[in-house]
Structures are given as structure tokens and as C-alpha cells.
């Protein structure tokens, strides 16, 4: 079993600025990519930012250049450094991690519990 706790939400006006973080822990033996996830009232759930084990990224085009994807490889966390936060950001942000238990093996997907972000304007 993988457990992940997702942490750093909250009310924010237009203009700041939030950390999510989020750390696995468990069962682990091999982290493939780590990322964010977003799902606003009434939409679908969308990739929000990812990045591997080589460190690449991957951002939704709306949030490039204000949000930022890191991880820890040592603690087993990856983090979602929010700048410049609009209304339209305001979603339930949900913790992504991949595992697998072997190179070349089956890739299990894990989901944090969601954190909710709200922007006011």
C-alpha cells in the first residue's frame, strides 16, 4: 500500500501565492513520475503539472510561467509552488504519484486525498 498526504491548500486572494506539498510513503520501491491534478466544480479532473524521474516537466498551458513542480527524491515528495494565483485556479488539487515495483513492470497510479484551493478576486 501506498499512502499519500497532500498538504498546503487554503483562501487566497488573486495575486498570491500557495505550496502544496505531498509525500508518499508505504510500500515503494520505484517512483516514476509525481505530479498535480486539479478538478474545478462541475468540470473534469485535469493534469495540472508533472514531473519524472529525470526530472522533466510537463504544465497545463494556463498555469506555465506562475506554477512550479519539484520533488524530493529523498523524502518521497513533490511540491506545487503556485504564483500569481487567479480565480480561475480555485479547484480541489489532488496528489498524483506512479509506482512500480521493478523497472519495466506494471505502473501503479496512487491519488492523494485533495486539498482545496480557493483564489477570491
Known amino acids: 500500500q501506498v499512502q499519500l498526504v497532500e498538504s498546503g491548500g487554503g483562501l487566497v486572494q488573486a495575486g498570491g501565492s500557495l505550496r502544496l506539498s505531498c509525500a508518499a510513503s508505504?510500500?515503494?520501491?520505484?517512483?516514476?513520475?509525481m505530479g498535480w491534478y486539479r478538478q474545478a466544480p462541475g468540470k473534469q479532473r485535469e493534469l495540472v503539472a508533472t514531473?519524472?524521474?529525470?526530472?522533466?516537466?510537463n504544465y497545463l498551458d494556463s498555469v506555465k510561467g506562475r506554477f512550479t513542480v519539484s520533488r524530493d527524491n529523498a523524502e518521497n515528495t513533490v511540491y506545487l509552488q503556485m504564483n500569481s494565483l487567479k480565480p480561475e485556479d480555485t479547484a480541489v488539487y489532488y496528489c498524483?504519484?506512479?509506482?512500480?515495483?521493478?523497472?519495466?513492470?506494471?505502473?501503479?497510479?496512487?491519488w492523494g486525498q485533495g486539498t482545496q484551493v480557493t483564489v477570491s478576486s
Open positions: 508505504g510500500k515503494i520501491f520505484i517512483i516514476n513520475t
Open positions: 498524483n504519484v506512479r509506482t512500480l515495483f521493478r523497472v519495466g513492470g506494471p505502473v501503479y497510479n496512487h
Open positions: 514531473i519524472t524521474s529525470g526530472d522533466s516537466t
